[in-house]
């Protein structure tokens, strides 16, 4: 997250969402948060990557948890495994628990990791919402993990010519189970893939998951606005 906003990189958006993934980012989207004129939620979380530094942080992540308005981002990352993966299966674990007991949003990364984020969250009674950041699964995972509730947020690789997976698997999602996102400054969509995003794309990727599902992007656009205020819990 840069420190400076181009008014017009948000010219369309009603209020954004900005990540935490360690200490620091969390405290600087906390500032972010509070200092900007404009609507903007935050949340604090230890990225996968970072979660073998987990004891060394967790009194000062938990105190963020408990003001931030999200938790996460989290989850496992098995692409990288830059952290081992009995710790990154510890801190996600321990998000899970501190999410669910503040009954707060849970952002999960999940990369090559399908089956441990499944078994960990399918052997818990999840009660708040859970967000499946950048989801990329095929049809298989697409509809195990539907069976749990949670929410697919769809981000630009959605537009790319090869994800025919995740083409096809975004039309078995509960329509009340969609969000978009855009994951500034990565994953920027067609037409302007390999370039940084810019949070004004996120209507490419909503024209791309609407044309998708037969839907108007207005429609698609309502869809997931009330999807997201609810997730949220935003007045209607």
């Known amino acids: 997250m840069g420190d400076e906003i181009d008014e017009q990189d948000i010219s ?10 360690d200490v620091p980012s969390s405290l600087k989207a906390k500032k972010f ?8 939620y935050w ?11 987990l004891e060394d ?12 308005d ?16 009995e710790n990154q299966i510890k801190n996600f674990e321990f998000h899970l628990d501190v999410s669910k007991e503040l009954n707060k949003p849970l952002i999960i990364h999940c990369r090559d ?17 859970i967000i499946l950041h950048s989801w990329t699964g095929g049809n298989k995972w697409t509809k195990k993990f539907t069976e749990l509730g949670v929410y697919f947020s769809i981000s630009g690789i959605v ?6 997976d995740l083409q096809d698997a975004v039309k078995k999602i509960p329509i009340d189970k969609l969000l978009l996102e855009t994951d500034v400054p990565y994953l920027a969509p067609e037409p302007f893939k390999g370039k940084r995003n810019n949070p004004t794309y996120i209507k490419y990727t909503g024209a791309k998951l609407a044309k998708l599902l037969g839907l108007t992007p207005h429609d698609l656009s309502n869809v997931t606005i009330a999807n ?8 209607q």
Request: glycine content about 4%.
């Open 12 to 21: 369309n958006l009603e209020y954004f969402i900005i990540p935490g993934v």
């Open 33 to 40: 948060s509070l200092e900007y004129p404009e609507i903007s």
């Open 43 to 53: 949340s604090a979380g230890l990225h996968p990557h970072e979660a073998d530094s």
């Open 57 to 68: 942080i967790k009194n000062e992540l938990q105190a963020l948890m408990e003001e931030a």
């Open 70 to 85: 999200l938790i996460g981002e989290t989850g496992l990352d098995y692409y990288r495994n830059l952290s081992s993966k």
């Open 113 to 129: 990791s399908f089956s441990d984020v499944f078994d960990t969250l399918n052997s818990r009674d999840i009660t708040n919402p």
């Open 159 to 164: 537009t790319y010519d090869t994800a025919h």
């Open 228 to 235: 997201t205020n609810k997730v949220l819990n935003r007045e």
